[in-house]
């Protein structure tokens, strides 16, 4: 592996060693398992498993919520980090600091406590449920977790952008006699936009296999409100292995293309900032 | 327009700065703040016996078990794969970097199913750990590989780029003067890298200590055995007794608190690490 070169620090064989063999018993093991099963699965069977009523609708909604929520992400990401990034008011650290509690947050806490909050009877719910808005055992609910989860992707990838940002090409535009919005849709946007994007395919990647928060808060019902991560769940319980692995790698396959798309926009958005 | 023409008109930024403030509100404080109101809504005794109960102390203790094990085998994990990645050329190093992060990108249930795979009844060693009497999944041991799945890349991915950006003058230096590898490595590398090593150990002890997903695939569920303090949690919460909600609300908020302490230390590490560099910066200027 390693080039023929002389080396002044030692270690190298220990550490790679160590890298290596740790990287194969914890990953690349259980991986392989998981690829050796699947390819053991004839394609006409996987078919079968991986799209059958139940799957079809579980992967409407993972997909369909995250969608929504890594939307709802971009839009008050974009605004929450140009607020901490520009503006001084009370309360702007504390806040920034926040940003990470989803982070931080187990996933069984944050479903457990926003499924109290937007049940009937919680704090929020008791003035939203009578408008119609129900948050617990809903769909919605599954968004509003899924939001929850992904809200520090776009914040934290927007923030060191809009510091970078050099003031000299705002004033320009001034100068030149745009208006502030002029100035925000034709300066600044597009510099933005590379960052923007990757904090949304990551937080949207973040959300298809989230799992904790959404058990609590979706009511989990066939059909309605199951997410694919919890149909695997149902399917190891109901010792139907071959049912599980196929469900699992249309969520790894999918996971991995976001993954490449990622890797990608971070590209872009690197050229862009020099 | 503001006179500058660089500024928001003092309208759209109050309007910015309020949704700002709802929408944090909404999803940062509230959730917080609602843990710790509803862990309180029987008051302090109710709270203070969910705490104790035999179930809830022995989910405590496996949690603290689990943290015990999987933060220092991925702290020296941590520091080997950042050695070999940022002090040596090799080829194939991309690779190996995307294989270390690869755990993020897999769903915490499809991390759980791999282990129930290899080494549940089915599975490839099923039937010889079986034979010998040994349970990995829905025991202990099959929680910890779980963890250490979901928790891997935490403190490789800090080290690397720290690693990276101090070079190998100083290491080159140290050995010249008479130093072996492990003093060099004790006395040069290991201060210089301390910050980011407590950083990936904060993250990597709140993911390990708050996994819910691959955890829950391979634990089976035993009261007093193999849950964990967020399984302690659903068990609390599914149980519809008077008091349960309050009771899985009561271990939430002991999470709850180990996720302010984490995002405390966290803060308190920016902002020196801000310092330091503006620090430098002055040094640099003057």
């Given at each position: 592996?390693?080039?023929?070169?002389?080396?002044?620090?030692?270690?190298?064989?220990?550490?790679?060693?160590?890298?290596?063999c740790y990287l194969s018993a914890i990953v690349l093991i259980p991986f392989?398992?998981?690829?050796?099963?699947?390819?053991?699965?004839?394609?006409?069977?996987?078919?079968?498993?991986?799209?059958?009523?139940?799957?079809?609708?579980?992967?409407?909604?993972?997909?369909?919520?995250?969608?929504?929520?890594?939307?709802?992400?971009?839009?008050?990401?974009?605004?929450?980090?140009?607020?901490?990034?520009?503006?001084?008011?009370?309360?702007?650290?504390?806040?920034?600091?926040?940003?990470?509690?989803?982070?931080?947050?187990?996933?069984?806490?944050?479903?457990?406590?926003?499924?109290?909050?937007?049940?009937?009877?919680?704090?929020?719910?008791?003035?939203?449920?009578?408008?119609?808005?129900?948050?617990?055992?809903?769909?919605?609910?599954?968004?509003?977790?899924?939001?929850?989860?992904?809200?520090?992707?776009?914040?934290?990838?927007?923030?060191?952008?809009?510091?970078?940002?050099?003031?000299?090409?705002?004033?320009?535009?001034?100068?030149?006699?745009?208006?502030?919005?002029?100035?925000?849709?034709?300066?600044?946007?597009?510099?933005?936009?590379?960052?923007?994007?990757?904090?949304?395919?990551?937080?949207?990647?973040?959300?298809i296999g989230e799992y904790g928060s959404i058990v609590f808060i979706s009511?989990?019902?066939?059909?309605?409100?199951?997410?694919?991560?919890?149909?695997?769940?149902?399917?190891?319980?109901?010792?139907?292995?071959?049912?599980?692995?196929?469900?699992?790698?249309?969520?790894?396959?999918?996971?991995?293309?976001?993954?490449?798309?990622?890797?990608?926009?971070?590209?872009?958005?690197?050229?862009?900032?020099? | 327009?503001?006179?500058?023409?660089?500024?928001?008109?003092?309208?759209?930024?109050?309007?910015?700065?309020?949704?700002?403030?709802?929408?944090?509100?909404?999803?940062?404080?509230?959730?917080?703040?609602?843990?710790?109101?509803?862990?309180?809504?029987?008051?302090?005794?109710?709270?203070?016996?969910?705490?104790?109960?035999?179930?809830?102390?022995?989910?405590?203790?496996?949690?603290?078990?689990?943290?015990?094990?999987?933060?220092?085998?991925?702290?020296?994990?941590?520091?080997?794969?950042?050695?070999?990645?940022?002090?040596?050329?090799?080829?194939?190093?991309?690779?190996?970097?995307?294989?270390?992060?690869?755990?993020?990108?897999?769903?915490?249930?499809?991390?759980?199913?791999?282990?129930?795979?290899?080494?549940?009844?089915?599975?490839?060693?099923?039937?010889?750990?079986?034979?010998?009497?040994?349970?990995?999944?829905?025991?202990?041991?099959?929680?910890?590989?779980?963890?250490?799945?979901?928790?891997?890349?935490?403190?490789?991915?800090?080290?690397?780029?720290?690693?990276?950006?101090?070079?190998?003058?100083?290491?080159?230096?140290?050995?010249?003067?008479?130093?072996?590898?492990?003093?060099?490595?004790?006395?040069?590398?290991?201060?210089?890298?301390?910050?980011?090593?407590?950083?990936?150990?904060?993250?990597?002890?709140?993911?390990?200590?708050?996994?819910?997903?691959?955890?829950?695939?391979?634990?089976?569920?035993?009261?007093?055995?193999?849950?964990?303090?967020?399984?302690?949690?659903?068990?609390?919460?599914?149980?519809?007794?008077?008091?349960?909600?309050?009771?899985?609300?009561?271990?939430?908020?002991?999470?709850?608190?180990?996720?302010?302490?984490?995002?405390?230390?966290?803060?308190?590490?920016?902002?020196?690490?801000?310092?330091?560099?503006?620090?430098?910066?002055?040094?640099?200027?003057?």
């Open positions: 592996m390693a080039r023929p070169q002389f080396r002044v620090l030692p270690g190298f064989g220990l550490t790679m060693g160590v890298t290596l392989a398992a998981l690829v050796v099963r699947t390819l053991e699965l004839s394609w006409g069977d996987f078919w079968r498993l991986a799209t059958t009523d139940r799957a079809l609708a579980a992967y409407r909604l993972t997909f369909g919520a995250s969608l929504v929520a890594a939307v709802a992400n971009a839009v008050f990401g974009t605004l929450l980090a140009w607020v901490l990034v520009r503006y001084d008011f009370p309360g702007r650290r504390f806040i920034d600091a926040m940003v990470d509690f989803p982070f931080a947050l187990p996933t069984a806490v944050a479903g457990l406590t926003l499924a109290n909050l937007f049940a009937a009877n919680g704090w929020l719910g008791q003035y939203l449920v009578p408008l119609g808005i129900k948050g617990a055992f809903t769909p919605l609910g599954v968004v509003i977790a899924l939001t929850f989860v992904g809200l520090p992707f776009v914040v934290r990838t927007l923030q060191p952008v809009l510091q970078n940002l050099e003031p000299e090409v705002e004033e320009a535009a001034a100068t030149l006699g745009a208006g502030r919005l002029r100035t925000f849709v034709a300066v600044i946007a597009p510099s933005l936009l590379p960052a923007v994007l990757t904090g949304f395919a990551l937080a949207f990647a973040r959300a009511g989990n019902l066939p059909f309605k409100t199951e997410i694919a991560p919890y149909l695997i769940v149902m399917r190891l319980e109901e010792y139907d292995y071959t049912g599980a692995i196929a469900l699992a790698v249309v969520l790894l396959v999918f996971s991995f293309l976001l993954l490449g798309v990622i890797n990608l926009l971070e590209h872009w958005s690197s050229r862009f900032q020099h | 327009m503001s006179p500058r023409g660089t500024e928001e008109s003092p309208v759209a930024k109050w309007v910015l700065i309020a949704i700002a403030l709802a929408f944090s509100f909404v999803f940062l404080l509230l959730p917080l703040v609602n843990v710790f109101a509803q862990a309180l809504a029987y008051g302090w005794a109710h709270y203070w016996q969910s705490l104790v109960k035999p179930d809830s102390l022995a989910a405590i203790r496996l949690t603290l078990l689990l943290a015990a094990v999987t933060v220092p085998l991925n702290v020296l994990f941590g520091l080997a794969a950042a050695w070999a990645i940022a002090k040596f050329d090799f080829t194939g190093k991309p690779i190996l970097i995307t294989l270390i992060d690869l755990p993020f990108s897999v769903s915490p249930v499809v991390a759980g199913l791999m282990l129930v795979v290899l080494f549940g009844l089915q599975g490839f060693f099923g039937q010889w750990l079986d034979a010998h009497n040994l349970k990995i999944i829905f025991a202990v041991p099959g929680i910890v590989l779980a963890t250490i799945f979901v928790t891997f890349p935490f403190v490789a991915r800090e080290l690397i780029p720290v690693m990276q950006a101090t070079g190998t003058e100083q290491e080159e230096a140290a050995l010249t003067l008479g130093a072996n590898g492990w003093q060099t490595f004790w006395h040069v590398t290991l201060p210089s890298v301390k910050w980011g090593l407590i950083y990936g150990i904060i993250l990597c002890n709140a993911r390990a200590m708050g996994e819910f997903g691959a955890v829950s695939v391979v634990s089976g569920h035993i009261a007093g055995q193999t849950e964990t303090m967020p399984l302690r949690v659903e068990a609390l919460y599914q149980g519809a007794t008077e008091g349960s909600a309050a009771a899985a609300f009561a271990v939430a908020s002991l999470l709850a608190l180990l996720a302010l302490l984490t995002l405390g230390i966290k803060t308190f590490l920016e902002w020196r690490q801000a310092r330091t560099q503006k620090l430098i910066v002055g040094r640099v200027d003057s």
